[in-house]
């Protein structure tokens, strides 16, 4: 069948929209209908080419959307049913999976190559293949993908809200509930209020954090964040230290959590000095896997015994905690309409991502047409 998709060719280069052959779905695959597509920071690594995959590759990697048809050997859904993607597959029973860490599943490890686990693609055009941006490309109306990429959710919820749980929300949440194991009374400093840092900011809210003081150079997300729960935001991280020092009569934050676009050594080290003995430094955001950013104080580390960790899909297990919090959002417990900001169509794909690069959004989503 024939999909309209948003692509990238080259590093560089804004996305282009070409129609492109789409497989049927195989064994193990099922053929979805994206209802919208989250417009997250990480795909700006793969068109800046500080992360570079296999080029050409069908953007996006936030999706939700209906089961049009299933492959042989799918017993997870079925057509009609709603699903958001997860953009971690999870296989259940490798190593990771099999302990409780499906946001480690081995069958992550082609998610930048775009192709499918054992290497081919789903996506064609003029001669060649296209990946899939973490083997879902949901800058497209249609996509064939893995059973183990989708979870079944509760058919009553709007998937154009739904859809930031497939990265952004756990992510974030993660970060301070699982990751950086916040618990009441804790202060908690974040860096960055992006799409990720938002729900740091929810999840540090929810686990009773005391102080919840947040870093932002931008104007419109520091006001965000304290609508969203943070008690103290600056534009600095000297600001955010000086703060924190005077808060803690000196003892200092008991986790930083780094969650700004591109990860870099100055972020690093502040935040590593902001957190006291004992305490714990949580990196989230991404930067180019080539430059080294972190360095820091090897004494500083065994002295005051403070941790450096990273984490993927806030350390959490796509399987249940995609329902878990698109069940707390139906409850009333978690925001998730208040985080998107603007809509856009397919079409406007590079507005969308001008206007976060501008700052301009927390959350942009691309509505696909019916």
Known sequence: MKTKAAVL??????????ELDLDAPGVGEVLIKYTAAGLCHSDLHLTDGDLPPRYP???????????????????????????????????GTCRYCSTGRQNLC???ATIL???????????HGNGQDFGAMC?????????????????????????????????????????????GNLRAGDTAVIYGIGGLGINAVQGAVASGCKYVVVVDPVEMKRDQALKFGATHA?????????????????????AALIL??????????????????????????????????????????????????????GSMNPQYDIVRLLRLYDAGQLKLDE??????????????????????????????AD
């Open 9 to 18: 060719l080259e590093p560089g280069k804004p996305f282009e929209l070409m």
């Open 57 to 91: 590759i069908v953007g996006g990697h936030e999706g939700s959307g209906i089961i049009q048809e299933v492959g042989p050997g799918v017993g997870k859904v079925k057509p009609g049913d709603h699903v958001v993607c997860s953009f971690i597959p999870n296989c």
């Open 106 to 108: 081995d069958m992550g």
């Open 113 to 123: 190559e775009g192709s499918m686990p054992d290497g081919s693609f789903r996506f």
């Open 135 to 179: 083997m879902l490309g949901t800058f497209s109306e249609y996509a064939t993908i893995s059973q183990h990429s989708v979870v079944k959710v509760d058919d009553w919820l709007p998937l154009e809200t739904a859809v930031l749980v497939g990265c952004g929300v756990p992510s974030g949440w993660g970060t301070a509930t699982t990751a």
């Open 234 to 254: 600056f534009a600095t991280a000297e600001e955010a230290q000086t703060k924190v020092t005077e808060l803690t009569w000196g003892q200092g934050a008991d």
């Open 260 to 313: 700004v676009g591109t990860v870099d050594e100055a972020v690093v080290s502040a935040a590593t000095a902001v957190i006291g003995k004992g305490g714990r430094v949580v990196i989230t955001g991404l930067a180019d896997p080539t430059k080294l950013t972190v360095h820091v104080s090897g004494c500083d580390l065994t002295l005051n015994q403070k941790t450096i960790m990273g984490t993927l899909f």
């Open 339 to 368: 985080l998107i900001t603007t809509k856009y169509s397919l079409e406007q794909v590079n507005e969308g991502y001008e206007d976060l690069r501008a700052g301009k959004n927390i959350r942009g989503v691309i509505v696909h």
